[in-house]
Nanobody
Framework: QVQLQESGGGLVRAGDSLRLSCAAS????????MGWFRQAPGKEREFVAC????????YYADSVKGRFTISRDNAKNTVYLQMNSLNSEDTAVYFC?????????????????WGQGTQVTVSS
């Protein structure tokens, strides 16, 4: 099976930028879509961004559109989330997820593979 490992989280100040990475290892797929989700205390896990295998198709939650950018490097089996203009509302545990098809999805239930998450904390 595929294992996912997030990295790059930390404590930053409002207005700062941060880049998250998610590396896939184990039995990778010939093609797979990837997504980022986040979960704040007391809230359900919510969609942030997703990207197709080809990187042609991306989709963002309204709350992060224009500030976050998802990208991937298939040769490195890695997906990234560039986060700019961070604010306190972005504080959450961020998870990456994968599904064994190339097409995009914002539905967390369509992602069988998940990382353990990385904490992002934005101070005011």
């Amino acid at each position: 099976q595929v294992q996912l490992q997030e990295s790059g989280g930390g404590l930053v100040r409002a207005g700062d930028s941060l880049r998250l990475s998610c590396a896939a290892s184990g039995r990778t797929f010939s093609s797979y879509a990837m997504g980022w989700f986040r979960q704040a205390p007391g809230k359900e896990r919510e969609f942030v961004a997703c990207i197709s295998w080809s990187s042609i198709f991306t989709y963002y939650a309204d709350s992060v559109k224009g500030r976050f950018t998802i990208s991937r490097d298939n040769a490195k089996n890695t997906v990234y989330l560039q986060m700019n203009s961070l604010n306190s509302e972005d504080t959450a545990v961020y998870f990456c997820a994968a599904r064994s098809v190339a097409t995009i999805s914002r539905n967390r239930y369509e992602y069988p593979y998940w990382g353990q998450g990385t904490q992002v904390t934005v101070s005011s």
